[in-house]
């Protein structure tokens, strides 16, 4: 059986939705090893989502990638793992890369699929803004995957408690890189990388303020909010809710573009929702070439209107 690792971060009091997703994956790839990065809470879940085994390692205020990397690679080389998945993160990128270096192999990057195949891996990455997929394929291994965010979907399997051990991190050099102060983002109702329904408002609502139609509207449906590049650039709404290329991936029940032209960029982070309605009044609109349901219209009329009827329910 392939013996799988996974690079999991620890959030709060359990494993990212992301680690959570590449466990969903490795389990249907052979015996899974989650190296499980944090103070370890949550770590049961893990179990719960296909991991057979953790190695658990907590940095405290060390910047995780170099100490990870080293301690990864000493067991990577004494275990020889078929395969070692990280997500398309942060953490996991520099973990990832030094990885990378200290083993002198490749990295394949933002993959969205990934397969054992003879004598080495394969990777699916979508190109083109998604309308086309390349393979990739390398047979000098240990294999070092990341994968997009939302490309398999996590789910618990009910699985056992896992076999827990510590990976023991390296002695801090006194060059090492210390984490001084960090900032944990506000966050109220449902997030973007977990809702089922998402409205997002773009540069068509005009103004920083009418980002609150956006908001009401969300509220009645239980929905999180999104936008675009161009009003995140503009300073209307935080990074944290960019849908995009450079910012979030999502695959919702019911995606909601406002105002939202349908730039190659924004679509490839949202395409992949089961439904999208399309807000614009421009009928030529890119973004109604993937939506489902489109209304021609001023979002200053159509936005409204929809919050009364439902406000009205
Ligand atoms: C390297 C790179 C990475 C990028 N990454 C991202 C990314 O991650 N996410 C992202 O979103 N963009 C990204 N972009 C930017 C992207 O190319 C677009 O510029 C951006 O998505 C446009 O945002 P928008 O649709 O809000 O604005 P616009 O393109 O200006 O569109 C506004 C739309 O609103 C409509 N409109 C205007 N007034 C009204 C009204 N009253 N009622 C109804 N409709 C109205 C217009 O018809 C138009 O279609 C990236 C660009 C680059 C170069």
């Known amino acids: 059986m392939a013996n799988i690792f996974v690079l999991v971060e620890q959030e709060g009091d359990g494993p990212t939705t992301l680690g959570l997703e590449l466990l969903a994956k490795a389990r249907t790839l052979g015996e899974v090893t989650a190296v499980y990065v944090g103070t370890g809470a949550g770590v049961d879940v893990l179990g719960e989502h296909g991991a057979a085994r953790v190695l658990q390692t907590d940095p405290g205020d060390r910047l995780p990638a170099g100490p990870v990397a080293e301690a990864l690679a000493e067991r990577v080389s004494a275990e020889s793992p078929d395969l070692i998945l990280f997500g398309q993160a942060y953490t996991d990128r520099d973990i990832a890369g030094r990885l990378a270096a200290r083993l002198g192999v490749g990295v394949l990057s933002n993959a969205s699929d990934v397969r054992l195949v003879e004598g080495g891996v394969e990777t699916d990455h979508e190109i083109l803004g998604g309308s086309q997929i390349a393979t990739a394929r390398a047979s000098r291994g240990p294999f070092i995957v990341l994968v997009r965010p939302k490309s398999f979907v996590a789910e618990s399997t009910g699985g056992n408690a896992p076999t827990v051990e510590e990976l023991v991190l390296p002695a801090a050099g006194s060059a090492e890189a210390t984490v001084s102060e960090s900032h944990v983002e506000e ?22 303020e009418a980002y609150e139609l956006i908001e009401r509207l969300a509220k009645q449906l239980g929905a999180a909010t999104g936008a675009t590049r161009a009003i995140v650039d503009s300073g209307w709404v935080p990074y944290a809710k960019q849908v995009g290329q450079t910012g979030k991936t999502v695959k919702p029940d019911v995606y909601i573009a406002a105002g939202v032209s349908g730039a190659m960029q924004h679509m490839v982070g949202m395409k992949d929702s089961k439904t999208i309605i399309a807000i614009n009044k421009d009928p030529d609109a890119p973004i109604f070439s993937v939506a489902d349901l489109g209304v021609v219209g001023d979002v200053h009329d159509v936005l409204p209107k929809l919050i009364e009827a439902l406000e009205a329910r």
Do not use: F, H, T, Y
């Open 187 to 208: 966050r109220e109702g449902p997030q973007l990388g977990d809702a089922s329904i998402i409205v997002s408002g773009g540069r068509g609502l005009g103004s920083a």
